[in-house]
Protein backbone atom coordinates (compact mmCIF):
# COMPACT_ATOMS: atom_id res chain seq x y z
CA UNK A 1 0.00 0.00 0.00
CA UNK A 2 1.46 3.28 -0.97
CA UNK A 3 1.71 5.89 1.59
CA UNK A 4 1.49 9.59 1.55
CA UNK A 5 3.25 12.15 3.86
CA UNK A 6 2.89 15.54 3.68
CA UNK A 7 5.16 19.10 5.00
CA UNK A 8 5.25 22.12 5.02
CA UNK A 9 2.08 23.67 6.72
CA UNK A 10 2.38 26.15 9.56
CA UNK A 11 1.18 29.84 10.70
CA UNK A 12 1.36 32.41 8.23
CA UNK A 13 0.13 36.18 7.92
CA UNK A 14 -2.20 37.67 5.86
CA UNK A 15 -0.67 37.71 2.14
CA UNK A 16 2.03 35.24 3.03
CA UNK A 17 3.04 32.11 1.44
CA UNK A 18 3.57 28.37 2.50
CA UNK A 19 4.40 25.56 0.32
CA UNK A 20 3.26 22.08 0.71
CA UNK A 21 4.99 19.17 -0.36
CA UNK A 22 3.36 15.35 0.00
CA UNK A 23 5.94 12.52 -0.64
CA UNK A 24 4.33 9.06 -1.90
CA UNK A 25 6.62 5.61 -0.86
CA UNK A 26 5.66 4.51 -4.59
CA UNK A 27 4.72 4.63 -7.80
CA UNK A 28 1.68 3.00 -9.11
CA UNK A 29 -1.23 3.35 -10.77
CA UNK A 30 -2.78 4.48 -8.09
CA UNK A 31 -0.39 7.74 -7.46
CA UNK A 32 -1.52 8.79 -11.92
CA UNK A 33 -3.62 11.75 -10.26
CA UNK A 34 -2.13 14.06 -7.21
CA UNK A 35 -4.55 15.55 -5.20
CA UNK A 36 -4.69 18.08 -2.74
CA UNK A 37 -7.48 19.05 -0.40
CA UNK A 38 -8.70 20.85 2.82
CA UNK A 39 -11.23 20.89 5.44
CA UNK A 40 -11.84 23.85 7.73
CA UNK A 41 -13.43 23.36 11.25
CA UNK A 42 -17.09 22.44 11.26
CA UNK A 43 -17.02 22.17 7.17
CA UNK A 44 -16.80 19.39 4.76
CA UNK A 45 -13.68 18.38 2.88
CA UNK A 46 -13.23 20.51 -0.30
CA UNK A 47 -11.08 19.98 -3.45
CA UNK A 48 -8.10 22.59 -3.36
CA UNK A 49 -5.76 21.16 -6.91
CA UNK A 50 -5.46 18.12 -8.87
CA UNK A 51 -2.25 16.71 -11.44
CA UNK A 52 -1.91 13.97 -13.41
CA UNK A 53 0.78 11.78 -14.32
CA UNK A 54 1.59 13.99 -17.39
CA UNK A 55 1.10 17.78 -15.77
CA UNK A 56 -2.36 18.45 -16.49
CA UNK A 57 -3.69 20.67 -13.59
CA UNK A 58 -7.06 21.44 -11.96
CA UNK A 59 -7.94 23.97 -9.56
CA UNK A 60 -11.01 24.97 -7.44
CA UNK A 61 -11.99 28.53 -7.88
CA UNK A 62 -11.43 29.85 -4.37
CA UNK A 63 -7.64 29.18 -5.04
CA UNK A 64 -7.41 29.93 -8.97
CA UNK A 65 -4.27 32.22 -9.53
CA UNK A 66 -2.88 32.00 -5.97
CA UNK A 67 -2.05 27.70 -5.43
CA UNK A 68 0.54 26.27 -8.02
CA UNK A 69 0.23 22.29 -8.19
CA UNK A 70 3.22 20.64 -9.67
CA UNK A 71 5.22 17.28 -9.52
CA UNK A 72 8.37 15.43 -9.61
CA UNK A 73 7.50 12.14 -11.16
CA UNK A 74 11.32 10.88 -10.86
CA UNK A 75 10.94 10.95 -6.98
CA UNK A 76 7.08 10.83 -6.48
CA UNK A 77 6.68 13.96 -4.81
CA UNK A 78 3.77 16.49 -5.36
CA UNK A 79 3.80 20.37 -4.12
CA UNK A 80 1.78 22.97 -3.38
CA UNK A 81 2.95 26.38 -3.48
CA UNK A 82 0.07 28.99 -1.78
CA UNK A 83 0.84 32.30 -2.48
CA UNK A 84 -1.58 35.33 -1.20
CA UNK A 85 -2.75 33.73 1.45
CA UNK A 86 -6.00 34.21 3.22
CA UNK A 87 -7.74 33.77 6.50
CA UNK A 88 -9.85 31.75 4.40
CA UNK A 89 -7.46 29.26 3.02
CA UNK A 90 -6.88 28.25 7.06
CA UNK A 91 -7.83 24.47 7.03
CA UNK A 92 -6.04 20.92 7.52
CA UNK A 93 -4.44 20.21 3.98
CA UNK A 94 -4.67 16.76 2.90
CA UNK A 95 -2.64 15.00 0.26
CA UNK A 96 -4.20 12.33 -2.05
CA UNK A 97 -3.65 9.92 -4.84
CA UNK A 98 -6.45 8.73 -6.92
CA UNK A 99 -6.21 6.42 -10.47
CA UNK A 100 -8.64 8.83 -12.25
CA UNK A 101 -8.72 12.45 -12.91
CA UNK A 102 -11.64 13.67 -10.47
CA UNK A 103 -12.53 16.70 -8.01
CA UNK A 104 -14.28 13.94 -5.75
CA UNK A 105 -12.22 13.49 -2.83
CA UNK A 106 -14.39 10.08 -3.16
CA UNK A 107 -12.39 9.08 -6.13
CA UNK A 108 -9.09 9.24 -3.73
CA UNK A 109 -8.28 5.61 -2.41
CA UNK A 110 -5.26 6.84 -0.88
CA UNK A 111 -4.84 9.71 1.65
CA UNK A 112 -2.00 11.53 4.08
CA UNK A 113 -2.50 12.19 7.66
CA UNK A 114 -3.41 16.17 7.03
CA UNK A 115 -0.80 18.97 7.89
CA UNK A 116 -2.56 22.64 9.72
CA UNK A 117 -2.43 25.70 7.39
CA UNK A 118 -3.50 28.69 9.85
CA UNK A 119 -3.86 32.39 8.23
CA UNK A 120 -3.78 34.74 10.76
CA UNK A 121 -4.42 38.74 10.67
Known amino acids: QVQLVESGGGLVHIGGSLRLSCAASARTSSTNVMGWFRQAPGKEREFVARISWGGSTSYADSVKGRFTISRNNAVNTVTLQMDSLKPGDTAVYYC???????????????WGQGTQVTVSS
Open 96 to 110: AASRVFSDAATAYDI
